[in-house]
């Protein structure tokens, strides 16, 4: 049989997209289906002799399919050398997704690199391919992508930004869904079967009435079935003994996604159709509906990872960080014998491959070297996406006296399995407190450890906040001229952040009831008047990060004061909010947690799959320390509070 039209094979690329997520202590339901020992042998055979065809689209579906199959070493082993070359643009999206599905997250770099480029050939093809395997980067990339004057690029675009929450984003492609041209509309009812949802179905319907194309019916039709539409899971029922191979293969696809197990004997049939493409989005559809059934999309994971015991009564200051595999790695404070500050202590660490339901058994990630403790650990890549091989670092502190505490950086290049030699960052003399989860890496390449000093915490406790400055990745290091002091206590536990305009905003911790701010129009070597930066709070640090597919700012903090109590009030509730417009002012307020009988601070964040991941400690009325793990969805961070 003929190869299909470009268009078609274009949209064949589509590929499943799990949108589902997780539920603290929820199970996921059992598979729709089981498939036999012969039909699962069947199915592998297919894509086994697909993966080393000479077609090349066909054999990247193949690759998906296998991973879902828990085959990705195998697709690996495959893909890779194909990766090493193919010149052309287009494929090496495809290669280089395929490679991210099948564990290697390294290889996003490739797409991003293609993005940026100035030659637009493989431009729609980034944008989808990153769509399709949940990358967004630091969302720079993505969101210009957005303005795209080219419809297929800005719509994948948008369905890559909505699935992380951005809500401007899905109404473009809703606008797409009504555009004159209904094959722009048909690439629109594809993302919207993936973000969309039951409020869509009409407008889907309203396509149906626009075409006689049985393919380009088959987006809208597939789309409706997603939504759980009786119309639409009948068509593809019947879809599927098309004599339009397009259609046939198409409607597979959505048959696994849309759960339609009542399909099961039609999709074995398809195993030995005579078009390839047919046979593997057969074998992929089984897969799929054999498998555990996802949790719900827009559920929150909630671990307390890090339960405080006789032994270790504190876990604190810890640190979250994607790694190349897909898991995440959650380094922490493990205090041991008592939650002094002063006690002995040293960082740990738990791993994670299912987004943060089940965790591994702790590993030291650094041993306790200073005459008290070493604590406080922030996880960074040390470059930017469009980099693939990403060395990570590991900040911390080690504290021998109450006059001599130090921040060190340890350079990992194998995914923090080792680390190398310790580089020292506060030479100068002194107590330097160094928050967990704080470095900041500017646009420039500049990198930023923000401290708050004093020369003894026990005698003096009177802080001023600089920062570390290094121009050369880390290996040598200075402190800025400029420093902030504030009344009282001082300027304590800072953060630093890269506005949009370039200057850098230090919010820090206060006994003033406030959160206060200075700004640096520098780099971070000089710094402006501090002041109050609106928003109240107790004597207790906040946590602050861009949005990467919005643009939007996000802060973490107690939204408490109570004059005259101690640290000014009590670390209770934890909140978080969005600002649109660099922190002027803040909406969408809500308590992440709200006992009033616990305290809840030390806050890590970062976002990956489209979701809010945070790590921060729960004290409770015992006055122990454990650590909790949270991931929520960018989408219900932009859901209105309710009243």
């Known amino acids: 049989m003929k190869s299909l039209s470009r268009m078609t094979t274009v949209l064949f690329t589509l590929t499943i997209i799990c949108q589902s997520v997780l ?10 289906i089981k498939l036999s020992p012969e039909t699962k042998a069947r199915c592998l055979e297919v894509l086994r002799e697909a993966i080393r065809s000479d077609e090349f689209w066909p054999s990247m579906h193949a690759a998906e399919a296998l991973t879902l199959a828990g085959e990705g070493a195998e697709v690996r082993k495959v893909v890779e050398p194909k990766l090493k070359t193919d010149k052309d643009d287009q494929h090496r999206c495809g290669l280089a997704r395929e490679l991210v599905r099948a564990g290697d997250r390294s290889k996003a770099a490739i797409m991003f690199q293609i993005l940026a480029g100035k030659d637009p050939h493989g431009h729609v093809h980034a944008c989808e391919s990153l769509y399709k395997v949940n990358e967004l980067g630091d969302g720079i990339l993505i969101r210009k992508a957005l303005n795209s004057k080219n419809p297929k690029k800005a719509m994948m675009a948008a369905a890559l930004l909505a699935r992380w929450g951005n809500q401007d984003a899905l109404q473009t492609v809703r606008k797409y869904l009504k555009d004159p041209d209904v094959s722009l509309a048909s690439i629109a009812a594809w993302i919207i079967a993936r973000v969309g949802d039951k409020q869509d ?15 380009v019916r088959a987006y809208f039709e597939t789309a409706l079935a997603m939504h759980g539409d009786q119309e639409g899971i009948k068509a593809v029922e019947r879809n599927l003994s098309s004599e339009n191979p397009a259609v046939k293969t198409y409607s597979a696809i959505f048959a696994g996604e849309a759960g339609l ?3 099961k004997e039609q999709l074995k049939k398809q195993l030995n159709d005579e078009n390839r493409d047919a046979r593997i989005r057969a074998a992929q559809a089984l897969i799929v ?38 898991s995440l790695l959650y380094a922490t404070t493990q205090f041991i014998g008592s939650g002094s500050d002063f006690a002995k202590a040293r960082i740990i660490g738990k791993t994670s491959t299912d987004g943060g339901r089940t965790w591994s058994e702790p590993r030291v990630l650094q041993e306790n070297t200073g005459k008290k403790n070493v604590m406080s650990a922030t996880l960074r890549y040390l470059a930017g996406p469009m980099h693939q091989n990403r060395p990570i670092g590991l900040f911390y502190l080690k504290k021998n006296t109450f006059s001599d505490l130090k921040a060190y950086l340890k350079i990992s290049h194998d995914q923090c399995k080792t680390f190398g030699k310790a580089i020292e960052i506060t030479t100068p003399p002194g107590y330097h407190v160094l928050n967990n989860d704080r470095i900041t890496i500017l646009t420039t390449g500049r990198w930023l450890v923000p401290v708050a000093s004093t020369s003894d915490v026990h005698k003096v406790n009177h802080f001023v906040c600089t920062c570390f400055i290094s121009d050369d990745q880390g290996q040598t ?9 504030y009344s009282k206590r001082g300027a304590m536990e800072p953060e630093v952040f890269e506005l949009k305009n370039g200057n850098v905003l230090m919010i820090f911790r206060t006994q003033s009831g406030h959160i206060g701010s200075s700004i640096s129009n520098d780099g971070g070597y000089t710094w402006n008047k501090p002041g109050s930066w609106g928003v109240r709070a107790p004597e207790a640090p ?23 109590a101690g640290h000014s009030g009590k670390r209770t509730p934890l909140t978080v909010a969005i600002s649109s417009d660099e922190g002027k002012t803040w909406k969408l307020k809500k308590n992440l947690e709200d006992n009033p009988n616990n305290t809840y601070s030390y806050i890590s964040l970062m976002f990956y799959q489209g979701r809010a991941i945070m790590g921060y400690y729960v004290g409770d009325e015992n006055r122990v320390i454990s650590s909790r793990f949270r991931s929520i969805p960018l989408s219900w961070i932009y859901q209105p509070a309710k009243e």
């Open 542 to 564: 906040s946590t602050l990060r861009r949005i990467p597919s919005t643009g939007d700012l996000m802060l973490i903090w107690n939204d408490n004061f109570e004059p005259g």
């Open 477 to 485: 290091w200075r402190q800025s001229k400029g420093s902030v002091d």
């Open 23 to 32: 539920q603290g202590s929820e199970t996921p339901l059992p598979p729709k």
């Open 201 to 215: 179905i009409p407008a889907l319907k309203a396509n149906l009435k626009r075409t006689d194309d049985p393919f």
């Open 289 to 326: 509906l054999a498998k555990t059934d996802q949790y719900p999309r827009g559920e929150v994971i909630v671990n307390h990872l890090y339960p405080s015991s006789k032994e270790y009564p504190r876990y604190s200051e810890g640190s979250i960080l994607p790694l190349n595999d897909g």
């Open 261 to 263: 197990s009542q399909l």
